[in-house]
């Protein structure tokens, strides 16, 4: 099933090794070997190649699933509990990779993050976990005291609306930053969303706290 | 989804794959009862006893001399001799002495007292004058059953699906996993019991969407989050409570009809014929009151009667706290999940305490939607491990994509958890964290592998305590120790720890805190497999023919692509090595099949080679033609990477 593509495949690649089982050539990246079909080790690809899209920050999530599930019910170890160890070896290796992927990409913030740094490798040593920004650092503050003082449920809702317009916001402001190449912008925005996300997790703790002292 | 068994005699073989001896099972290895079933062309088949009965009490009684008598037997010698029986044993999987403080009182044996100067280590139980581990107990239910399927499907069974709850940690999945092992059985996969509910639903009732599986048995408690279509059943989160179950139902009935005897007989201490008494008692009235609604019943012991009535709302009253406790946690994994009560479009109830009204009534009104148990809940899950068995020998198209119940993380300074791999990460999942020394010239470092979700490691569960060392000296902070976990499809950890600087390694497969380590499982293996290196010289002749097969296919292959590069001497040099291969395949010796295995290996090499020299020039053409070829990196040199790639 996998043939064709990986003959295209073959077409692209200068990078050409050994299949460890019948030792004949294949292309860099396959998954399964054309000539015998086993099980290939995972090869070095980023993680939007791995799942076949392009490096945006733009995903089709329901398309990123489809091939997702396409390629684990390839390589998903329960296709090879009967094969030999270094079969399963490999289709755990294989399916480690997929889901390391698959889990990234499927979220916006984890997908912002990676992108940043596959973009940026070097440029942005400290990454986008620095806080230097006062803009976030004030707007994170802020939102978290009105959180603390929250005593009615209303209150907690309406701050869970803002932080959930805010988080969209900032997903379609990622997306305009990374199409103008705008790294910086696309760091800073990376870490506004870590605290926005954040804020959505002590909004829960929040809810729970009220809900527990009725 | 049952069919009706056929009647046949030992040896025949009554299904179609049944001379197919890679034939599978799917094992429920339950707290209260187990279960085995086997699919045949995604049809299920529940195996039964000659009175029809399905459910295998999980109880195992020893004679004195050792033997064990597993199931309605066993079961029936609890009250006469409950020195010789154990029940519950699988609240006791991959449990340390120090766990059981938490269970004190609530266990129907006795339990060893711990050996001076050990620390940690598996429970023992005193049974019939013998000291034996939960594992052994586990094994021979797990040996009945496969004795069960072996009589009626007439041919030897050696491969199976066992399931464990979903909230099971790392040690218990460990603990089942050894107790196959000791029964000879093959564990093909360990699947979490609600994703195997799940499965049977799915395939036999057609399930689609997102749904909700509450499963509460005997003796733990599991919800999973659900999403189902096209053949995927991908969990999304799941949780429990290893330690929550019907047992506790009827503890909590026992206690309350304990009370009540106290009162009359006055106050004294509970002797241990009365406590398993009014806990047989207890159950029976707990059964009762999921179909009438009030009974009596008598508490007879050491000549005392005392008469008991009991109302369904009493009972209810009783566990009320125990049910909302599964809510509570339904609560949470549904957050977990991202997901509100109205996204789920159906519950599928597994186990045999979702029988009790009061369960069926909140669970209902928490999803606001009626529960599924079309499929017997006693049996559904067996039968997702038979159709789970048959995918993985026969093949399927369906995919189940599972989760890691619990956090996994290591101990750092002050006794505080680093989560490494969050709870609900999908499985296979490997990820690494650095870490570095706090002292100038620290030449070792502990690693402590923790699992659960309290910030700080005495609230955790410890896995597995292990030391790097050989950390060459450097001032504190300078060395890069990376800490990688990974966890299989199975759901069991495996963690090394690299300082990078230097390559100094440390593996571990994590079993020592709670499990039993390799020499106490192979004296095991010893003492109770009569045949065991029969069992195990026929599982490495089986290994070597399945190498031995992909090697000859491997041949068989590269000659129907690259036969030209071969002349009719050479071929025919090949096809002698081949037919060799076949030969000694078809044989029954080990040695013989790996030599010509390795032959085979030798005498294709030069083809090998030729065929890279083609498949290197035929990129390298297709790179001029489209003009694309990269210069910093040679194409010839690519022959050199597999080495690299192996790692």
């Given at each position: 099933m996998q043939k064709e593509a990986q003959k295209a495949d073959a077409a692209e690649r200068p990078r050409v090794s050994p299949c460890w089982s019948c030792q004949g050539p294949v292309p860099?990246?396959?998954?399964?070997?054309?000539?015998?079909?086993a099980v290939q080790p995972p090869g070095g690809d980023d993680h939007f190649s791995r799942l076949g899209l392009?490096?945006?920050?733009?995903?089709d999530v329901a398309a990123l699933e489809r091939r997702y599930f396409d390629l684990q019910r390839q390589l998903h170890p329960d296709r090879f509990a009967t094969r030999t160890a270094r079969e399963r070896l490999l289709s755990q290796q294989q399916a480690t990779s997929l889901n390391e992927a698959f889990e990234t990409l499927k979220d916006p913030l984890r997908r912002a993050d990676y992108l940043v740094h596959l973009k940026g490798a070097g440029v942005?040593?400290?990454?986008?976990?620095?806080?230097?920004d006062p803009v976030i650092l004030m707007e994170a503050m802020e939102l978290r005291e009105a959180l603390a003082e929250a005593e009615a449920s209303h209150e907690v809702d309406a701050i869970a609306r803002r932080t959930r317009e805010d988080i969209d916001e900032c997903i379609a402001e990622l997306s305009r930053a990374f199409d103008a190449e705008d790294l910086e912008g696309a760091c800073r925005l990376t870490t506004r969303l870590k605290y926005l996300r954040k804020l959505g997790d002590e909004i829960r703790a929040r809810r729970a706290k009220l809900a527990s002292n009725d | 989804m049952v069919d009706l068994l056929q009647i046949h005699e030992p040896g025949?073989?009554?299904?179609?794959?049944?001379?197919?001896?890679?034939v599978a099972i799917g094992i429920?290895?339950?707290?209260t009862n187990s279960v085995v079933a086997i699919s045949t062309d995604g049809k299920t088949q529940v195996l039964r006893d000659d009175?029809?009965?399905?459910l295998v009490p999980s109880v195992v009684a020893y004679a004195p001399d050792g033997s064990a008598v597993v199931g309605a037997l066993a079961k029936r010698l609890l009250l006469d001799r409950p020195d010789c029986v154990v029940s519950s044993v699988k609240r006791l999987?991959?449990?340390?002495?120090?766990?059981l403080k938490a269970l004190a009182g609530t266990l129907p044996f006795e339990v060893e007292p711990?050996?001076?100067?050990?620390?940690?280590g598996m429970v023992r139980l005193r049974v019939a004058g013998h000291s034996l581990t939960p594992v052994q107990v586990s094994a021979e239910i797990l040996t009945a059953l496969k004795e069960r399927a072996e009589e009626q499907l007439g041919q030897k069974v050696e491969k199976a699906v066992v399931t464990v709850p979903a909230y099971f940690d790392d040690a218990a999945r460990t603990a089942t996993r050894d107790a196959a092992r000791l029964a000879?059985?093959?564990?093909l996969r360990l699947v979490n019991e609600p994703t195997a509910a799940a499965l049977a639903y799915g395939l036999d009732k057609g399930a689609e969407g997102l749904y909700a599986v509450y499963d509460l048995g005997g003796g733990t408690f599991d919800i999973s989050i659900l999403r189902m279509e096209k053949g995927v059943f991908q969990v999304l989160a799941t949780g429990g409570d290893?330690?929550?179950?019907?047992d506790d139902f009827d503890h909590a009935v026992a206690e309350h009809f304990l009370g009540q005897r106290a009162k009359r007989l006055g106050a004294r201490a509970i002797t241990p014929s009365e406590a398993k008494m009014a806990l047989m008692t207890a159950r029976l009235a707990k059964e009762c009151l999921s179909r009438q609604t009030e009974g009596e019943w008598v508490l007879d012991v050491d000549e005392r009667q005392t008469g008991h009535r009991i109302d369904r709302a009493t009972f209810e009253d009783l566990i009320t706290p125990l049910v909302e406790r599964t809510t509570d946690i339904c609560r949470a994994v549904m957050d977990d999940a991202g997901v509100?009560?109205?996204?789920?479009r159906g519950v599928v109830l597994v186990g045999?305490?979702?029988?009790v009204p009061m369960v069926r009534r909140r669970v209902a009104e928490l999803f606001d939607a009626r529960p599924l148990?079309?499929?017997d809940p006693d049996e559904v899950v067996a039968c997702g491990a038979a159709l789970q068995a048959e995918a993985l020998t026969v093949g399927s198209d369906t995919l189940l994509l599972d989760v890691t119940p619990l956090s996994l993380g290591i101990e750092t300074m002050g006794g505080m958890v680093e989560k490494i791999i969050p709870r609900n990460?999908?499985?296979p999942v490997a990820k690494a964290q650095d870490f570095t020394t706090?002292?100038?010239?620290?030449?070792a470092m502990s690693i402590h592998v923790l699992q659960g979700e309290r910030e700080m490691a005495d609230q955790c569960r410890s896995l597995a305590k292990f030391v790097l060392t050989g950390?060459?000296?450097?001032?504190?902070?300078?060395a890069r120790i990376r800490v990688s976990f990974a966890v299989d499809a199975d759901g069991l950890l495996t963690v090394s720890a690299r300082e990078?600087?230097?390559?100094v390694e440390q593996k571990v497969e994590v079993k020592p805190s709670y499990g039993l380590t390799e020499e106490e499982m192979g004296e095991m293996l010893y003492d109770s497999l009569r045949n065991a290196q029969a069992d195990m010289d026929r599982r490495l002749l089986a290994e070597a023919r399945v190498e031995a097969n992909r090697a000859l296919n491997a041949v068989v292959s590269a000659l129907n692509i690259?036969?030209?590069?071969?002349d009719d001497g050479e071929r025919a040099q090949v096809e002698r090595v081949m037919a060799a291969v076949r030969d000694a395949v078809a044989g029954e010796d080990r040695d013989i099949i790996n030599a010509a295995a390795e032959d085979l290996e030798k005498a294709t090499r030069e083809f090998a080679e030729r065929r890279m020299d083609r498949g290197i020039s035929a990129a390298l053409a297709g790179q001029s033609v489209d003009g694309?070829?990269?210069?910093?990196?040679?194409?010839?040199?690519?022959?050199?990477e597999p080495e690299k790639q192996d790692h």
């Open positions: 860099g990246e396959a998954l399964f070997c054309h000539t015998c079909q392009d490096t945006d920050f733009d995903v942005l040593p400290e990454g986008c976990d620095a806080v230097n | 025949e073989t009554p299904l179609p794959h049944a001379d197919d001896a890679s429920d290895l339950g707290t009175d029809g009965q399905a999987m991959g449990r340390g002495v120090g766990d711990p050996k001076e100067g050990s620390e940690g000879g059985l093959e564990v290893a330690a929550l179950g019907g509100g009560p109205a996204d789920v045999g305490s979702t029988r148990s079309d499929i990460t999908p499985i706090y002292q100038d010239g620290q030449g950390i060459p000296p450097m001032t504190a902070g300078a990078e600087t230097t390559g690259d036969g030209d590069l071969l694309l070829v990269d210069d910093d990196e040679p194409a010839g040199n690519a022959a050199t």
